[in-house]
């Protein structure tokens, strides 16, 4: 079922292509943004390597 809010974790495919930032990483201090397309599956946090990362959609492409 496809995730209603702009936050998705590891694992689940986008439903938007655009910026998503890493909350984790925002929680902390730090900026870490991805560029993904739609239909792709958001990757772990290459900059926490935290396994329970949230992605949160900031802006369209």
């Not at 599956?41 to 992605?55: G, S, V």
């Amino acid at each position: 079922m496809p995730n209603s809010s702009d936050t998705c974790k590891i694992g689940e495919t986008t439903q938007k292509s655009g910026a998503y930032e890493c909350l984790i990483c925002k929680y902390a201090g730090n900026v870490t943004e991805i560029q993904v397309e739609k239909g792709k599956i958001l990757p772990m946090c290459a900059t926490c390597k935290d396994q329970d990362t949230t992605w949160h959609f900031k802006r369209a492409s």
